[in-house]
Each structure stands twice: as structure tokens, then as C-alpha cells.
T-cell receptor, first 117, second 114 residues
Framework: AQKVTQAQTEISVVEKEDVTLDCVYETRDTTYYLFWYKQPPSGELVFLIRRNSFDEQNEISGRYSWNFQKSTSSFNFTITASQVVDSAVYFCALTSSRGGPARQLTFGSGTQLTVLP | SAVISQKPSRDICQRGTSLTIQCQVDSQVTMMFWYRQQPGQSLTLIATANQGSEATYESGFVIDKFPISRPNLTFSTLTVSNMSPEDSSIYLC???????????FGSGTRLTVV
């Protein structure tokens, strides 16, 4: 069975601080995909990143960066110089393909990030 | 990546009634997924809908309560039947990604049962 753990339920930071959201996953599959989604108060899910299990390169996109470490089964997400607009629930998710059709995502419990002005 | 139009965006319903949620995708997709997000919780998969076959339901979800239709490769509906206040949730549909993209989600249906 697959599992995603986001141990941080809520995080509160002051604007311009850096913040890291943790994600630990479990899977028996050798080929899998990891995702981060943002859910603002409006409720829609905004795709942030997809990473496959064969690509351990860290990625940076503007103020966002992701650290993928297979050795510790972690896929952490860092926001640099946080802004009030970053306030949202962030979900880490996992799926595997097993060479077949697309499969459903397994979501973590989410981390509520509040950025204070 | 695909764009999904989900309707209605929100509704307030009386207990005992049913609500049908629609998802229209702007391209043909093989698999569609229906999720439920209870207040303050994460997303839980209800069922996977493949065109031309019966939907596959996850443990704890049954067809009589959540019937799904998938008449073609761009459209699906989820019905929440005989609603109770415990069904108050956000319901989201999702489709599998194109190459290099994340799974696309509809904007969600925020359901309140009174």
C-alpha cells in the first residue's frame, strides 16, 4: 500500500521568512511519481510540481524549490521569502504507474500554511 | 494539460435528496477520478471511472450511494444519493495527466446538506 505523511498540520510564518513543508512517502513500486498541490481558500487544487522516481535532481521555480531524496523517501518543499498569497493548504501526493494506465493519487493530510503580514 | 469544467460549484441540499455533479473535459481522457474532501481533511478517492465499463469503487464507497456515469471520453457525472449532513464535503473530479503534467482537477463542488 502507498502512504504519504505530512507531519506538519499547521505552520505559521511571518512574511519574507523561508518555510519548508515536509513530505515522507511509502511505496513498494520502483516507478512512481510525486506531486505537490496548493489549495487556496477558494478550494481549487493548483498543480505545483511533478517528479518521477528516476529524477532526483532538485528543482527551483522562482521562490519555490523541491528537495527529493530517495534515500529518506522524502520530497520536501521550500518557499523562500514567503508572501501572504502563499497562505493555503499544501498537499503532497503519490502515484505509481506499474506500466499500466494512470492510477489515482494518494494524498497526504496536508499542511496549512499561514503567512502573516 | 486538460481543462475541466465542473458544475455546480456549490449547492445546499435537503437531506434525503440527491445531487448530480458534472465534469466536462476539453480533451479525451481514459481515466477519470472522483474524490471527496471532508471539511478540514485530505482528499479521498471515491471511484475511478473508465469509459465503457463500470466504475471501480474504493473501500467504504458503494455504487448505490455514489452512482457514476461515463458516457464518453470527455464527460462524467457523480451522483450523491439520499444525502445526509455527513455528505457535506467538497467533491472533485480529476483526470490523468498529459506527459510531464500533474493530474488536473475540476474546481470542486462544495456541498452542504441541511
Amino acid at each position: 500500500a502507498q502512504k504519504v505523511t505530512q507531519a506538519q498540520t499547521e505552520i505559521s510564518v511571518v512574511e519574507k521568512e523561508d518555510v519548508t513543508l515536509d513530505c515522507v512517502y511509502e511505496t513498494r513500486d520502483t516507478t512512481y511519481y510525486l506531486f505537490w498541490y496548493k489549495q487556496p481558500p477558494s478550494g481549487e487544487l493548483v498543480f505545483l510540481i511533478r517528479r518521477n522516481s528516476f529524477d532526483e535532481q532538485n528543482e527551483i521555480s522562482g521562490r519555490y524549490s523541491w528537495n527529493f531524496q530517495k534515500s529518506t523517501s522524502s520530497f520536501n518543499f521550500t518557499i523562500t521569502a514567503s508572501q501572504v498569497v502563499d497562505s493555503a493548504v499544501y498537499f503532497c501526493a503519490l502515484t505509481s504507474s506499474r506500466g499500466g494506465p494512470a492510477r489515482q493519487l494518494t494524498f497526504g493530510s496536508g499542511t496549512q500554511l499561514t503567512v502573516l503580514p | 494539460s486538460a481543462v475541466i469544467s465542473q458544475k455546480p460549484s456549490r449547492d445546499i441540499c435537503q437531506r434525503g435528496t440527491s445531487l448530480t455533479i458534472q465534469c466536462q473535459v476539453d480533451s479525451q481522457v481514459t481515466m477519470m477520478f472522483w474524490y471527496r474532501q471532508q471539511p478540514g481533511q485530505s482528499l479521498t478517492l471515491i471511484a475511478t471511472a473508465n469509459q465503457g465499463s463500470e466504475a471501480t469503487y474504493e473501500s467504504g464507497f458503494v455504487i448505490d450511494k455514489f452512482p457514476i456515469s461515463r458516457p464518453n471520453l470527455t464527460f462524467s457525472t457523480l451522483t450523491v444519493s439520499n444525502m445526509s449532513p455527513e455528505d457535506s464535503s467538497i467533491y472533485l473530479c480529476s483526470v490523468s495527466p498529459g506527459q510531464g503534467y500533474g493530474y488536473t482537477f475540476g474546481s470542486g463542488t462544495r456541498l452542504t446538506v441541511v
